[in-house]
């Protein structure tokens, strides 16, 4: 059985940073690319970022230069930091992988 589990979200103010943690369970992890997503209130889920199994990276423009992704293969465990964050970036934040979704955490960023 396939499981995601993400952690490390919470209310930070403008400017602050947070990092997402993503835990896989019952997958060869290092076989698979993961994904960061986030879904914001009354939008569709969107792209975030991604990390390859071989450790190519992409990110959505909004996010380019302020948050990263990174993989421990012997943790089963993607993270995300982000950086400089800013009120748009609120939202719950799921972690993906082969058609497989976590449950996310909120991020709320508020002054």
């Known amino acids: 059985q396939v499981q995601l589990v993400e952690s490390g979200g919470g209310l930070v103010q403008p400017g602050g940073s947070l990092r997402l943690s993503c835990t896989a369970s019952?997958?060869?992890?290092?076989?698979?690319?993961m994904g960061w997503y986030r879904q914001a209130p009354g939008k569709q889920r969107e792209f975030v970022a991604g990390?390859?199994?071989?450790?190519?990276?992409n990110y959505a423009d909004s996010v380019k230069g302020r948050f990263t992704i990174s993989r421990d293969n012997a943790k089963n465990t993607v993270y995300l930091q982000m950086n400089s964050l800013k009120p748009e970036d609120t939202a719950v934040y799921y972690c993906?992988?082969?058609?497989?979704w976590g449950k996310g955490t909120l991020v709320t960023v508020s002054s």
């Open positions: 993906g992988s082969g058609g497989f």
């Open positions: 019952g997958i060869i992890f290092s076989n698979y690319a």
């Open positions: 990390r390859s199994s071989d450790g190519f990276t």
